[in-house]
Every structure is written in structure tokens, then in C-alpha cells.
């Protein structure tokens, strides 16, 4: 250990030990559970499910046409002439382009609206923490840790609030 370090130890120790940081008031907020339980997370979620439904229903639909051409082919592949043979397997390679070319975008569509969800909600969840932080008279609120104690865990405080209607829009 350096010199220098070692003549900083006391001196850290001496600082934690001053009133001042006996004072400091930690909290903790658990991102995750917000996004996963708020009551914004919910409707949130249940607005995306609604806002997609009829394009997942049509690539289920599709998904099924697929494999019954597929199963199609493979029953009868040997009882049909070559031409007609290459122009259902033509026929089954368009649909399954279109299908992956669907669901592709199927997918970055929800991908893209499921984050925009997300940001409105952790915007109106930082809005929550402030405003408890400055009621509580927090020094410091975290919302990533390797640990925490459960003693400085406000996550169920933000969640209640959320459903409160703080920090609404």
C-alpha cells in the first residue's frame, strides 16, 4: 500500500466518523421493479398487447399456412409432377420470406415502442424519487448497487406513489 494511501485512511475514517455523514440519508430504488410493477408498467404493457394483437394473430396465421404447405409438400411430394412440385416449393419460399420479413419487423416495431413505453415511465418515476427526496430529505437516492440494504430500499414507496398519480404527465 502507498505511503499516500496510507495517510488518506485515517483521514476517510475521521470524515465518516464527523456528524455530517452520520446525518447523510441513503435510499435505494430498484429500476427494475418499478418498470416490472408500477401501475404505469401494467397499462403500459397491456397497451402494447392490445396496439400488436392483430399483427401477431396475422403472423400466427401465417406461421400455420406455412407449416401447412410445408406438410402439404412432404405428403404429397412424390404424387405431383416436377413443375407443380417447384412452383409449390417457389410458391412456400416466397411466403416464408414474407413471413420472416414480417415478423422482423413485428419485432423491432415492438422493440422500439416497448423502450418508448419504458422511458416515459422511468421519466415519470425519477419525478417520484426527486420529489421523495426532497419530502424525506434524502442526500442521495441509487438506482444501481451490487448491494443494499433493505433498511435504505424506497422502491415500494416509489411504486405507491406512482399509483398515487405523482409525477404524472
Known amino acids: 500500500m502507498s505511503t499516500m494511501l496510507k495517510s488518506l ?45 392483430r399483427r401477431d394473430q396475422e403472423l400466427q396465421q401465417l406461421s400455420k399456412r406455412l407449416q401447412s404447405m410445408q406438410e402439404s409438400m412432404d405428403k404429397n411430394g412424390m404424387t405431383i409432377s416436377e413443375g407443380e412440385r417447384k412452383s409449390k416449393e417457389r410458391e412456400f419460399g416466397d411466403l416464408n420470406r414474407d413471413f420472416q420479413r414480417k415478423q422482423r419487423e413485428f419485432k423491432e416495431d ?54 398515487d398519480g405523482a409525477g404524472a404527465k
Open 9 to 53: 485512511i485515517p483521514l476517510l475514517i475521521a470524515l465518516l466518523a464527523t456528524p455530517a455523514f452520520a446525518e447523510f440519508k441513503l435510499g435505494f430504488v430498484n429500476g427494475q421493479r418499478v418498470v416490472n410493477e408500477s401501475p404505469q408498467a401494467k397499462k403500459a404493457k397491456q397497451k402494447i398487447e392490445k396496439e400488436f394483437e
Open 110 to 163: 415492438l422493440n422500439l415502442r416497448q423502450n418508448e413505453e419504458m422511458a416515459a415511465i422511468f421519466e415519470r418515476a425519477n419525478k417520484v424519487i426527486k420529489q421523495i427526496a426532497e419530502a424525506e430529505k434524502y442526500d442521495l437516492i441509487v438506482q444501481e448497487a451490487v448491494y443494499f440494504s433493505s433498511r435504505i430500499d424506497i422502491t415500494d414507496k416509489v411504486i405507491k406513489a406512482l399509483g
